[in-house]
């Protein structure tokens, strides 16, 4: 049960696009289309931003979204703003009924 | 609007036991899957077990399994984690979280409840 592995941090400018890479292997990522992303704000609850790949929940805006290449999920954040400073993780389901997270990447918004 | 509440968190002795509860609100209780996530200071997010809607599938993240124990009762709406043998490293806070009915991912989560193990 390795986690994900994920950028530790990413930053960018207000405008600007960013990309978080999740990578896993063929028992969790690569073998399910069950990859969710999530925003976490320290001393809050983690917030669901992403589902089943590419799918956003009602609500999220449409400047976040995600993809997947083999054991690779990404999360791409279009038009930055400073709101979206926080830690990003990613999740997979996994071929032992388990479900797996990454290691989380710190987003700077500079 | 559905709610999770987590309780019971506080600091106990290496070696010790702590059961935490978390309470749901404003959704069919019974017809969904609870799980119980973690975050060690510093850390990331870690899963730790889930629980089926009825009891009956259980599983554990091999860093929890045969010292915690998830359980459910659905007449109360409550979750709970049994927690023994505790060690520093199970310091976090722990989240529970359910997966809508029929998906793989988890929405909502509770605010969580901070288990500090520690002499």
């Known amino acids: 049960q390795s986690a994900l592995t994920q950028p530790a941090s990413v930053s960018g400018s207000p405008g600007q696009s960013i990309t978080i890479s999740c990578t896993g292997t063929?028992?969790?990522?690569?073998?399910?289309?069950?990859v969710s992303w999530y925003q976490h704000h320290p001393g809050k609850a983690p917030k669901l931003m992403i589902y089943?790949?590419?799918n956003r929940p009602s609500g999220v805006s449409n400047r976040f979204s995600g993809s997947k290449s083999v054991n690779t999920a990404s999360l791409t954040i279009s038009g930055l703003q400073a709101g979206d400073e926080a830690d990003y993780y990613c999740?997979?389901?996994?071929?032992?009924?388990?479900?797996?997270f990454g290691g989380g990447t710190k987003l700077t918004v500079l | 609007q559905v709610q999770l509440v987590e309780s019971g968190g506080g600091v106990v002795q290496p070696g010790g036991s702590l059961r935490l509860s978390c309470v749901a609100s404003e959704f069919t209780f019974s017809s969904h899957a609870m799980h119980w996530v973690r975050q060690a200071p510093g850390r990331g997010l870690e899963w730790a077990a889930i629980?089926?809607?009825?009891?009956?599938?259980?599983y554990y993240a091999d860093s929890v399994k045969g010292r915690f124990t998830i359980s459910r009762d659905n007449s109360k709406h409550t979750l709970y984690l049994q927690m023994n043998s505790l060690r520093p490293d199970d310091t976090a806070m722990y989240y529970c979280?359910?997966?809508?009915?029929?998906?793989?991912?988890?929405?909502?989560w509770g605010q969580g409840t901070l288990v500090t193990v520690s002499s």
């Open positions: 063929s028992s969790d990522i690569g073998g399910y289309n069950y």
């Open positions: 629980i089926s809607k009825d009891g009956i599938y259980i």
């Open positions: 979280a359910t997966n809508p009915v029929g998906s793989y991912w988890f929405d909502p």
């Open positions: 089943d790949v590419s």
């Open positions: 999740s997979s389901y996994t071929s032992a009924n388990t479900w797996v």
